[in-house]
């Protein structure tokens, strides 16, 4: 199972929220003791796009779904 636009809405609406989510990412990058920089360079992503999904201010599920395959986290980690 992967996350797409489907599946991330469905999870979503049972009860994930964005600081979750946001939570969960940042300690799997902290864990891999990953800064945003090395991080961003992984992902393509800028420091400012990686800062908002960990502030939980950003849960577009495309950016989501770039952080936790660079950071080797399974899909259902996120549920």
Do not use: C, H, W
Request: proline share 4%; aromatic share 2%; net charge negative.
């Amino acid at each position: 199972m992967s996350i797409s636009m489907s599946n991330f809405d469905t999870a979503v609406k049972t009860g994930i929220s964005a600081d979750r989510v946001s939570a969960l990412l940042t300690e799997a990058r902290q864990e891999r003791s990953y800064t945003l920089e090395q991080l961003a360079v992984t992902t393509g992503l800028t420091v400012d796009e990686l800062k908002a999904v960990e502030d939980g201010g950003v849960t577009d599920p495309a950016l989501v779904q770039r952080i936790a395959s660079a950071l080797g986290l399974p899909p259902a980690a996120l549920l």
